[in-house]
């Protein structure tokens, strides 16, 4: 079955720009209809959807981040990427790569977020 | 400040019932389907529910969701002490609050 897995520095420092990495296994990016996503978590809190992307290329960002982030995929590699600017501490949280089945299908049910990478940490400081 | 509203938490004791419900709007829970998300210590979160109701295949029957008007509920029947986690509720959303929205999340303690 399709497994996530994220990789990137875990320590970012304040201005600088946090570029996260997720590799795709056991099926291909390409294959399906998928939107493919990144979701954060800051420590003791809550969920946060942060962008996804889709084969087409087209994106979606939260209206909070979307003048910092780029998510991209390259199906070359088959992976898909995060990347935020000018971070700050804010910005330190468990990064989760994820694939979102969206309304593929019947488009009046939202299938949700059925496979998720581990997450990994990211701290912003100097 | 989430876009969905739940309780911070809820108990329960084992073989009891529990509800967790989640309050949103005309534009998201309103005018789209709601998931629910069981998050373990330490694990990613896992869908328990979508469209409401549905159950992905390997989800016990313990749990159940329904909607009604712009509010959902997550049951989970039976209590386990491995239903000790975080839940998320989750919907689409039409307005400016990006596609996705989630809950705040629900740390659920069996006692």
């Known amino acids: 079955q399709v497994q996530l897995q994220e990789s990137g520095p875990g320590l970012v420092k304040p201005s600088q720009t946090l570029s996260l990495t997720c590799t795709v296994s056991?099926?291909?990016?390409?294959?399906?209809?998928?939107?493919w996503t990144w979701i954060r978590q800051p420590a003791g809190k809550g969920l946060e959807w942060i962008g996804r992307?889709?084969?087409?290329?087209?994106?979606s960002y939260h209206p909070s981040l979307k003048d910092r982030v780029t998510i991209a995929l390259d199906t070359s590699k088959n992976q898909f990427s995060l990347k935020l600017k000018s971070v700050t501490a804010a910005d330190t949280a468990v990064y989760f790569c994820a694939r979102d089945r969206g309304w593929f299908g019947d488009p009046n049910i939202y299938y949700g977020i059925d496979v998720w990478g581990q997450g990994t940490m990211v701290t912003v400081s100097s | 400040q989430s876009v969905l509203t739940q309780p911070p938490s809820a108990s329960g004791t084992p073989g009891q019932r529990v509800t967790i419900s989640c309050s949103g709007h005309s534009s998201n829970i309103g005018s789209n389907t709601v998931n629910w998300y069981q998050q373990l210590p330490g694990m990613a979160p896992k869908l328990l529910i979508y469209?409401?109701?549905q159950r992905p295949s390997g989800v016990p029957d313990r749990f159940s969701g329904s909607k009604s008007g712009t509010s959902a509920s997550l049951a989970i029947s039976g209590l386990q002490s491995e239903d000790e986690a975080d839940y998320y509720c989750?919907?689409?959303?039409?307005?400016?609050?990006?596609?996705?929205?989630f809950g705040g999340g629900t740390k659920l303690t069996v006692l």
């Open positions: 992307t889709y084969i087409s290329g087209r994106t």
């Open positions: 989750a919907a689409g959303d039409d307005s400016l609050n990006g596609p996705v929205v």
């Open positions: 469209g409401n109701t």
């Open positions: 056991g099926g291909s990016i390409n294959g399906g209809s998928y939107y």
